[in-house]
């Protein structure tokens, strides 16, 4: 069991187990070794104070008063001993508190033994003091007598005298009644004084002898010096048996290393048999492997190649042993930066992988990729390289196969692109006609059956605008190139419309129409408001078209998407036909509705959804749908729009102002399709204008360079000159500041973009609706007016601000490039620049205003003085001129409002601030812009 329990602990555990008891014992070993040499010390200490001790006793009982070993010696040699004594003591003592070795190995017996020493020796040492004492008082006695006795026999020569001198220093003094002088004399009674405490001295000295020369004391000191011998004796047997368990020790850590060491070969060996074994398996994989696999020297001669090679190749492996595979297997075809790059890894000692052309035996070519490995031994020498080649011929032509089917689809996506362009432009083009003249017919039609059956083709019209807007959407993002607009919105602007459009529909179909809207009024938000429209329109769209009874809900509500994003949630909820279980997954791909009959009775592409789920994904969102079969519908749909501040509408100057539209403006319609033009001059007359036909861009061009015009209506594609070429000489060439309304098939919005790139104030829509037309008359009717000559534009009746979408941006003059040349490039000076002018115009422009309404002539004029200073700083020529001009006509009038001509002016002069200050605006937004990206790379 015990033998068992040794296996199974592992080497680890064992060495830790042997260091911890070896060092147990060599801790053991060295308190031994300090216990010996503390007691040896001790011992030596100890006995040495006994020898000491017992020199000085003898001593003391030899010492005279004639010798030359004093008292004082002795003395100072008892002290020393005591001395002695109480530092051994107070060592001990020491040794007991220290925080050190010794502490452990001091015992309380070899403390009480020490003290029991200590306690002997000074007795002894006190009664030796005492017995010194005494026998000095001795010697000095017996000196003292002998004088006496020398006197007093030498007073005193008489038998009798000397009797009884002899008996008291005998010490039996005679008791005999006599009248001797002897017993008077004062040396005779000293000398008697002095035997009796002679007598005296030798009782004590006995007594005292005896106390010092007692056995117990020698017996006593005997023991001490066995017991520090016995210490010693002990000690060194406690280290002999140490020593043997250090031997111990070390064999047992002999045979676990030796036992570890056999482990460790043993596993060795099985690692070496399973490398042989794995060898043998590779070697087996690599001679029958269809890869083909060389081995090179480090030169790059081949020394080994397997069944594949030769295969591959045709070369056997005696023909290209010794070789350099390239010299046999590249060819003319070959391409040579791929050679160059295998050369450069190989002269690097770097692995390297290339695809390349090489040449079968039998002249024929075929693709391989290579991967080549340099070989390092332990020593970091190259000592072979290893290439592996696999036949990529047939994977080569199928890129080829694919790349060539890529580029067919390529070009037949582009022509199907450029077939729906195309296609919406020939079909909107006669739609206009058809729409226009219904549109025109429709008013003057007073049979009301002839009315419905004109609604009827508007209807019709519209739907087929419809079905066109949404083949061309659904391609826009096939082709990905629909991209979204970025910009500020308050969400009521998106349903208002919404509620207004199909709130009659619902009526009309006898189902309820529910608008729960949780969103703030004034909640703005930033993405595109167009598509966002859209979304709703196809969701509500179906759900009114598939419901004949109950009720439609329509649900929005802010919320927060699965990644945290922020945005809009939106469901729309219908009592409908709904949607079988089976289909529901299927219901988001183009062409696709719920059921085939679906088509047939309710019409319709099925793209509006598969453009509904593409939309919300671009817009970072999710779609999901619930339906059930005769129940009804619900799209639940999270749209991630940036929350943002709805922009403060600026309180009008002057009393509220209506929204008017031009009056007896003259129109200029540059379109080569007489049946759209007809339907133009027709919108255009029925609103009271003048209107001429220009049948391309080259005749509306000169037809500007001879006449005034208030507006121009602008096809795109017409022949000799197009609108984009005629819109951009018309602004650039001529420098002439007319509205330019562009109108076209089109729907892309790159064309819509190139237009107003051009100089277009603004972009209609084929097939012209004319709400649409009236809708753009009324936005641009204060560029218009501007437009007109001086005998027909007095229409401004108060000054006030516009719109930034009312500004003609192309008005702004200020010359960027001067001003920053005046400030030598300096990007933070230019910027401060702009922003002063813009606090300036704003400032000014309210002051205007104000002035105007308390018919301030001296204030309009200093403020024109002001304008026109601040003009000449920043290079704008024009509005230096209108200032000045402003301020030289007020000069000598009384009243601003008694004069229209110079309200035109100060308009004017306003209208040129505002646009340079929206001009400011996005230019310094462009800087701001640039300089991040600047930062970002």
Partial sequence: MKTLIYKTISYKAKSYALVVVCITALMVLLMLLVKISLVQKYQYAFTDLSHQVLSIRDEVFKIKISDSYSYDDISQSLVEVERQVQALQASLQNDRSALSLASLIVDSEMRNHADEISTIVVELVANLETLLRLK?????????????????????????????????????????????????????????????????????????????????????????????????????????????????????????????????????????????????????????????????????HVTWVNKGFVTLSGYQADEIKGKKPGQLLQGENTCCDEVDKIRK?????????????????????????????????????????IAVERDSTARKKMETELAQAVVKADVSNKAKSTFLATMSHELRTPLNGILGMAQIIEPNLENPEHRQQIQILLESGNHLTSLLNDILDFSKVEEGKLSLEHELFEFKTVIEPIINTYQPICNEKNIGFIVENLIEEQQAFKGDKARVRQIIYNLLSNAVKFTESGQVTLKFKQSIGLSGQSGIAMTVEDSGIGIRKERVDSIFEPFVQAESSTTRQYGGTGLGLSIVKQLV??????????????????????????????????????????????????????????????????????????????????????????????????????????????????????????????????????????????????????????????????????????????????????????????LNTTEADINYQQLRELFNNDLAEFTRSISEFNEFAELTITQLITAYDQDDVAKICHLAKRVEDKASVLFSTRMQVLAKEVASRLLNTDSVKAEKPELERLQQLINLLEVNIHQNQRFVQGLNIGSADEQAS
């Fill in 136 to 300: 000095i008082s001795q010697q000095y006695s017996l000196h003292t007598e002998e004088l006496l006795q020398q006197e007093l026999l030498t007073n005193f020569i008489d038998a009798e005298s000397r009797m009884h001198i002899f008996a008291l220093v005998a010490g039996h003094p005679l008791q005999v009644a006599t009248t001797n002088s002897l017993f008077n004399t004062n040396q005779y009674q000293s000398l008697a004084i002095h035997s009796r405490l002679g007598t005296e001295l030798d009782e004590q000295i006995r007594f005292k002898s005896q106390q010092v020369f007692h056995s117990s004391v020698s017996e006593g000191m005997a023991q001490q010096a066995m017991f520090w011998l016995s210490q010693v004796d002990d000690s060194k047997v406690y280290l002999l048996l140490n020593i043997l368990v250090l031997i111990g020790i070390y064999s047992v850590n002999y045979r676990v290393q030796q036992a570890e060491q056999y482990r460790k070969e043993a596993k060795i060996l099985a690692s070496l048999y399973e490398v042989e074994a794995e060898k043998a398996q590779l070697s087996l994989v690599a001679e029958h492997a269809q890869d083909a696999i060389i081995i090179t020297d480090d030169s790059g």
């Fill in 345 to 385: 890894g190989v002269t690097a000692q770097q692995p390297v992988t290339a695809e390349l052309i090489n040449y079968h035996k039998d002249g024929s070519e075929y693709w391989i990729d290579i991967a080549i490995n340099p070989i390092i031994d332990v020593n970091g020498e190259l000592t072979n390289f």
């Fill in 617 to 806: 994904e671009l817009m970072d969102g999710n779609i999901t749908i619930s339906s059930q079969a005769g129940t009804g519908t619900q799209f639940e749909v999270f749209l991630a729009l940036e929350r943002g501040e709805a922009e403060p509408k600026e309180a009008e100057v002057g009393g509220p102002q209506t929204e008017a539209l031009p009056e007896n403006i003259h129109i200029l319609i540059a379109e080569d399709n007489k049946v759209n033009a007809l339907v133009a001059k027709t919108f255009c007359q029925r609103l009271g204008h003048s209107v001429e036909i220009a049948f391309n861009g080259l005749e509306a061009v000169r037809a500007l360079q001879h006449e005034h015009y208030d507006l121009v209506i602008m096809d795109n594609h017409m022949p000799e000159m197009d609108g984009i070429e005629a819109t951009e000489y018309i602004r650039k060439t001529l420098g002439l500041s007319v509205p330019i309304f562009a109108c076209t098939a089109d729907v892309f919005k790159e064309a819509h973009d190139n237009m107003i790139k051009a100089g277009a104030n603004h972009v209609l829509t084929k097939p012209l609706q004319e709400q649409s037309f009236r809708d753009a008359l009324s936005q641009y009717c204060h560029l218009i007016c501007q437009a007109q000559p001086a005998e027909n534009q007095h229409k401004v009746v108060c000054l006030a601000r516009h719109q930034t979408k009312e």
